[in-house]
């Protein structure tokens, strides 16, 4: 019933709607219009009441509710039930504990993690209400030697969410996002399946959308950053989240239904930090400096190592770093 009367105020935003209105359509009395207005108000949602005239949405709160985020969306499936929580320890935790028992593009996402998780085991700040935290359950019947190139298209759908927000990122292959020369966004996929069969894939996206440098460690502040920081103002989670999930979709169902990442290697390309740089490729005990050349069309990252040699590398394998930073 809350979810009624939120969608009726939201049909009516700026102008008042009455209680009896609201009672009569929803079969329900005034005062369990009143008290359903009174939790919401709780929830964070401003509400305007007057005698006579009943009531006005005047703003809704910065969470990320499906009842916030969808009027963003224009996808099928991805994004389209979402379990939002106000903390979790992890929301890759969380979405493997329900990941069997949900359809496929379900997002778990909260307002913060308080043991988030990035590559090879690092810890990922995840303040409150200040970042994107969230994590995509997918189900695709590909092998999973596949799953690797799930990664690139979290990395290129990111990063053309960031550009419909007129901001431009790059992609540190395979999962890393980065804006003037620091890190705002990492992506974590983890695997469940037997032999041949996937059972599920979730996709971690971690964003620093809202975070000021007064939140990273002396550690972090100079090599990770925020959209706020960078534009000097707050960005709309809700939108940013929309674009996001939609140009994942975009993405996501070609490589689904006939395995092509075309599109994304396109982008990872034009987005790429690291062609023509380079780098450091560390591999266990191993570390070699090579040059990186190219994105091949499996979305290996293509390298000549000091001696001359040329090799492909899979996204899963190894750490990549930069030698003189990123510009």
Same mark, same amino acid.
């Given at each position: ?6 969608? $009726? ?8 709607? *009455?209680?009896?209105?609201? *009672? ?45 985020? #969808? #009027? ?5 499936? @991805? ?13 890759? @935790? ?31 700040? *995840? ?8 994590? &995509?359950?997918? =189900? ?11 990664? /690139? ?17 790059? +992609? ?11 890190? +705002?966004?990492?992506?974590?996929? #983890? $695997?469940?399946?037997?032999?041949? $069969? ?6 971690? @996206?971690? &964003? ?28 709309? !989670?809700?939108?940013? /989240?929309?674009?996001? /999930? ?6 996501? &169902? ?8 075309? =599109?994304?290697?396109?982008? *990872? ?5 690291? &062609?023509?740089?380079?780098? !450091? @490729? ?5 570390? !070699? ?16 190592? #000091? ?19 990123? =510009?």
């Amino acid at each position: 019933m809350r979810e009624k009367i939120l969608s $009726m105020l939201k049909e009516h935003k700026d102008e008042f709607i *009455s209680g009896e209105m609201i *009672s009569n359509k929803l079969g329900i009395s005034r005062t369990a219009v009143w008290k359903h207005i009174n939790n919401l108000r709780e929830e964070g949602y401003e509400i305007e009441s007057m005698p006579k005239n009943g009531y006005k949405l005047l703003n809704c709160p910065d969470v990320l509710t499906l009842e916030e985020v #969808e #009027e963003y969306l224009n996808t099928e499936f @991805i994004g389209r039930n979402i379990y939002y929580f106000d903390t979790v320890d992890s929301t890759n @935790i969380k979405a493997k504990e329900l990941a069997m028992e949900v359809e496929e593009g379900t997002v778990v996402i909260a307002e913060e993690q308080t043991k988030g998780k990035g590559r090879l085991g690092r810890d990922w700040l *995840s303040p409150k209400g200040k970042g994107i935290w969230m994590s &995509i359950v997918l =189900k695709p019947q590909l092998p999973p030697s596949e799953v690797a190139k799930l990664t /690139l298209i979290g990395a290129a759908a990111v990063s053309k969410a960031l550009e419909e927000i007129g901001i431009e990122s790059y +992609i540190k292959w395979p999962n890393d996002i980065i804006v003037q020369g620091k890190k +705002i966004c990492g992506i974590l996929t #983890e $695997m469940s399946c037997e032999l041949n $069969m996937i059972n599920y894939v979730i996709m971690g @996206i971690g &964003i620093n959308v809202n975070l000021e440098n007064k939140d990273f460690s002396k550690e972090l502040v100079d090599k990770a950053t925020s959209l706020k920081e960078i534009i000097g103002h707050s960005v709309d !989670r809700k939108k940013l /989240l929309g674009a996001i /999930l939609n140009h994942f979709e975009d993405l996501y &169902i070609p490589f689904k239904n006939a395995g092509d990442i075309s =599109k994304v290697i396109n982008i *990872s390309k034009e987005k790429s930090i690291l &062609i023509g740089k380079k780098i !450091r @490729i560390i591999q266990g005990e191993t570390e !070699r400096t090579g040059k990186a050349l190219d994105i091949d069309e499996e979305g290996r990252l293509i390298v000549e190592y #000091e001696d001359g040699t040329v090799d492909s590398i899979f996204s899963g394998e190894v750490s990549i770093r930069g030698l003189k930073g990123y =510009k």
